[in-house]
């Protein structure tokens, strides 16, 4: 059964934005999907509660690949507080949709994004 993905997600699978490690990041998480073996790890670069920079590495399918690369877009020059905002079905949209049996990708990537806030925020004892 072949995948029907939109331009959108085959344009940010093909040529990733932001992939990569940021040196001396404010904030890091690594998650995975036990179900599908993805694993994601998100990159922050903060100041003045901005996220100035935002990089990722992702081992996983097409769907994984294009949901980091366009959430690491979205989230840049944001505050913290709206990319807490964000959610799975935000990532979706901006892609122009995903297949069903991808979803998971879009979570995985909200799900990465919201524990590098969670740990930035107790590193710098900022209450939830």
């Not at 690594?30 to 100041?47: A, P, Q, S, V």
Request: glycine content about 6%; proline content about 2%; hydrophobic content about 40%.
């Amino acid at each position: 059964m072949a995948m029907k993905y939109t331009e959108i997600v085959l344009e940010n699978f093909r040529n990733p934005r932001n992939i990569g490690k940021i040196k001396n990041a404010d904030a890091k998480a690594t998650e995975g999907n036990i179900r599908c073996g993805d694993m994601m790890t998100i990159y922050l670069k903060i100041k003045d509660n901005i996220i100035k920079d935002a990089k990722f590495e992702s081992y996983g399918c097409a769907a994984s690949i294009a949901t980091a690369s366009i959430l690491t877009t979205i989230i840049k020059g944001k505050t913290v507080e709206q990319a807490e905002k964000l959610t799975w079905r935000d990532i979706i949209k901006k892609l122009g949709g995903l297949p069903p049996l991808k979803f998971h990708c879009s979570n995985l990537a909200i799900e990465t994004l919201h524990s590098a806030i969670k740990k930035w925020k107790e590193k710098n004892k900022i209450k939830f």
